[in-house]
């Protein structure tokens, strides 16, 4: 008996996996190919955030709409820019959250105001273009 409600936990679990791939499958084959052109218009911002920064080499700090709370974001979209910014800023090493004394932020001016609001009077907001925007922390926390 014992073995029988192994046997059957087993294949529960295995059919659960197998739903989960297969929503993660179907959800990839919906993501839409965004072209050559987008991807040099996120260098060409980097490119901007990179000639703002005094740094060349060390850790910046990475802000996006998954720390703002109650903006709206699609995980894809957040991960993807996440790891092009890492790419296009290389040989900074770029980590989530406020992490260094200088911060890159991908936000529209709407939720950068309502992320401000937290850290109010800490961070100079240097605006680069678009919703790409640098951060650098006013005194050491």
Known sequence: M?????????????LINVFFVG?????STNIADRGAYALDCWEAQMALVRDSLPIKRGVVG????QDVPGA???????ETEFFLTQY??????????IVAEW???VLSNKDLAI?????TGQYKIIDVEGKVHVLHRLEAP
């Open 62 to 65: 990475y802000i996006s709409e």
């Open 2 to 14: 014992l073995a029988n409600i192994k046997k059957s936990l087993v294949v529960l679990l295995l």
């Open 88 to 97: 296009a800023l290389a040989p900074l090493i770029v980590k989530k959250g």
């Open 72 to 78: 709206e974001y699609g995980l894809w979209d957040i």
């Open 103 to 105: 911060n890159v932020v």
């Open 115 to 119: 992320w401000a609001k937290t850290y």
């Open 23 to 27: 929503q993660d499958w179907v959800a």
